[in-house]
Nanobody, 119 residues
């Protein structure tokens, strides 16, 4: 069973920075894709940044130039560095990873970490 544990959220003023971490229970090299998603109250969950199956990165337009996703394979951890934070970035942030089994692809989710940006 894949377990993902996020940390690093908190309260920060606009313009500040946070680094989120996602520690996986197994090797992140075994995942097809990984990414960070967020969900604000009353809104749908959206992709913030992720690694494609080919190892490339992709970002939502709203965070391009402000956020960087990275990984440490030895630590089985994925990070999201967020700079120049805005109040609109306030949301619960979730780490997700895709695996494939005989039944097909399956997404695994962490419990989430709250990011609150004050104006």
């Amino acid at each position: 069973q894949v377990q993902l544990v996020e940390s690093g959220g908190g309260l920060v003023q606009a313009g500040g920075s946070l680094r989120l971490s996602c520690a996986a229970s197994g090797s992140i090299l075994s995942f097809n894709r990984m990414g960070w998603y967020r969900q604000a109250p009353g809104k749908q969950r959206e992709l913030v940044a992720g690694f494609t199956s080919g190892g490339d990165t992709n970002y939502d337009d709203s965070v391009k130039g402000r956020c960087t996703i990275s990984r440490d394979n030895a630590k089985n951890t994925v990070y999201l560095q967020m700079n120049s934070l805005k109040p609109d970035d306030t949301a619960a942030y979730y780490c997700a990873a895709e695996t494939t089994s005989w039944s097909g692809p399956h997404w695994h989710w962490g419990q989430g970490t709250q990011v609150t940006v004050s104006s």
